[in-house]
């Protein structure tokens, strides 16, 4: 019998979907679980896909990575043996392809929170994930040996210096210069953060109240497609930005200052707070060039060959995301996006 296809599933290669389909199917039947629908296509981007479908044992969901970005399917494995409360265990993974195949989180914070964002959710979020990172800090070389591309502070001049020598990055004058005279500069910023004394531990680099599943007070992290290994602090580079946003609240004001402060409260054993509030200025400076990284490594990974077939032809790159590395690299110029400082407590 043929299946009818959605126009999601349409913009994916047909010989990939089967493909998928079959693996999928494959897994669930390895435990005993049976489909009771179709492998829908949900979501196509030019770096990932995501399928669901539903089964005897609920809804489950099938994620793929562009090859660059496949080690979220490890990370995930890895996570749920490190942190297994703080992530949705996989089912399945391919560590060859970078598939995911995984049970549903339940309900999104952005959506729990949809008719009144809640400063009070964010900060419990901050916290959870800050515990997340003390407790995945001591697996650093782990990460890296599966292929989370390793952005502690020491190598990130060359990763800057790097992303200045691609043609792909296509920065204009005077944004080139200005980056190149900052050079000096951005490593001494480097050094400084690498000498705090905090450990490098997973940065999730996208973390927002979107990839967190809500359950009461249990929150579970997802989406670590553009995860290093880094200083743990440059996770506060996007979620203050978009805390700020959801909230309505001055990026730079006491209300994400409190949230800031709520990350750094599992983090005050190591450190006294006049120190943890330098490395965090530090991190979100340095955490600039990781972002760009992260999205040039994206476009890289479009367009590789297999992710091209899995596409059924060339990924499709909107203007906004070719130009995303430059445009981060653009924003070491400008100033500190630190809030200020508040009261502790």
Not at 169 to 188: C, F, G, Q, T, W
Not at 244 to 270: F, I, N
């Amino acid at each position: 019998m043929t299946v009818e296809t959605t126009a999601e599933d349409d913009r994916v290669g047909a010989a990939w979907r089967a493909e998928t389909d079959a693996w999928i199917m494959d897994r669930l039947a390895e435990r005993g679980i049976a489909g009771t629908g179709p492998v829908r296509t949900v979501r196509v981007r030019a770096w990932s896909i995501v399928r669901r479908l539903e089964t005897s044992a609920g809804r489950m969901w099938f994620k793929a990575n562009v090859p660059t970005n496949g080690f979220e399917a490890v990370v995930v494995e890895a996570l749920a043996e490190w942190v297994p409360e703080l992530v949705v265990p996989p089912l399945a993974v391919d560590r060859h392809r970078g598939w995911l195949l995984g049970p549903d989180g339940g309900t999104i914070l952005r959506e729990a929170t949809a008719e009144r964002p809640d400063p009070d959710r964010w900060a419990e979020l901050l916290r959870a994930y800050a515990g997340l990172q003390r407790a995945v800090a001591p697996h650093g070389d782990r990460l890296v040996g599966l292929g989370v591309p390793d952005l502690r502070p020491e190598r990130m001049p060359a990763v800057l210096a790097g992303l200045l020598a691609d043609p792909a990055v296509r920065l204009a004058e005077p944004h080139r210069s200005a980056l190149v005279a900052l050079l000096p500069e951005y490593d001494h910023w480097c050094a400084d953060l690498a000498a705090d004394g905090l450990p490098a531990s997973i940065q999730h680099d996208d973390l927002h109240d979107g990839n967190v599943f809500v359950d009461g007070s249990r929150m579970r992290f997802f989406d670590w497609g553009d995860a290093g290994l880094a200083h743990p602090f440059g996770s506060l580079l996007v979620a203050l930005r978009v805390a700020a946003d959801q909230l309505g609240a001055d990026p730079g004001g006491p209300e994400v200052a409190r949230l800031r402060d709520a990350y750094l409260e599992p983090w005050t054993d190591l450190c006294d707070r006049a120190d943890l509030l330098r490395s965090v200025r530090l991190a979100l400076r340095v955490a600039r060039v990781g972002r760009a990284v992260s999205w040039r490594r994206a476009l890289q990974g479009a367009a590789a060959p297999q992710w091209q077939r899995a596409l059924g032809g060339p990924a499709p790159i909107a203007p906004e995301h070719e130009t995303a590395p430059a445009a981060w690299l653009e924003t070491l110029t400008e100033p500190d996006t630190a809030p200020a400082d508040a009261p502790a407590g």
